[in-house]
Each structure stands twice: as C-alpha cells, then as structure tokens.
C-alpha cells in the first residue's frame, strides 16, 4: 500500500510539474506563439531615416527605435540603436541591402508595422503610424521582437 501512495504522490508531481511548464512559464513560450517576420527589405544599400508618430499624428518622442539583422524567426540581431528627437525624427545612417526587424516601439503597447518599403530610393524616409495594441494578447509578457 505504501508502494501504491508513493507511486501515486510521484506521478501527480510529474504531472503537474509537466503543466506548469505549459503556457507563459514554459521558457519558449513566446518563441512558440509569435511569428516573427521581416519588416523592412531593403534591396539596396540606402541612407534610413524616418519619422514615427501615433494615430492622432503625435510623434514618438524621445522614443528608442531599434534595426535588427533578421537571421530567422528566432534570431535577429541588433544593428543599431537610436532614439526620435521632439518630432518623432530619426535616423539610422547608411543600412546595408537585406532583411530587417525595425522595431519603431520598444514596449509591446503599440503594435510594429507589418511591412515598411524603401523600393530602390536611396535615401529612403518612412513615415510609420504606430497603433495601440490590446495588453490582453498572449504576447503581451513577452519582449519586443
């Protein structure tokens, strides 16, 4: 009988260990639930500059806005990191031709722009209207990517 108490102690603590590491406590969690994607192409090396600004037309002030090498869905790297000035300006001097991650917002409280195109200008300046994301999401522990 003892046998049978400490088998069934065992196997209720396996399991619900093995629960706990489903959802936000798995350390993948946010890997598993978010599709990361390139959303700047560049098809040609090109000076990047750009202004970032909210639904109503208020610029980002002050804001950190980060370029990332995109590797994989896993992986980006960081190339380089500025802050907007008072008009939500920015830029990111000369960018080498490839796939990147431009992160415009460094807190998921607004949503990245999906696709940003420079086409073949050089230089190229965007203009992205950053919108409010909802904090319910399932991402939203999880950190910018």
Do not use: W
């Amino acid at each position: 009988m003892k046998f049978l108490a400490v088998f069934f102690v065992l196997a209720v603590a396996t399991a619900f260990a093995q629960l706990v590491q489903i959802g936000r406590n798995d350390p993948h969690y946010c890997d598993k639930i978010e599709n990361v994607k390139p959303n700047l192409v560049l098809l040609r090396a090109t000076h990047l500059s750009g202004r970032i600004i909210d639904e109503t037309g208020a610029p980002f002030k002050d804001s950190l806005v980060e370029l990332r090498l995109y590797e994989s869905e896993s992986r980006q790297t960081s190339i380089r990191k500025v802050r907007t000035d008072e008009g939500g300006h920015f830029s990111l001097d000369f960018v080498a031709k490839g796939q990147y991650r431009l992160l415009a917002s460094s807190s998921r409280a607004f949503r990245q722009a999906q696709k940003l195109e420079c086409g073949d200008r050089d230089p190229c300046t965007l203009l992205i209207t950053l919108q409010v994301s909802p904090t319910d999401q399932p991402d939203s522990p999880c950190p910018v990517k």
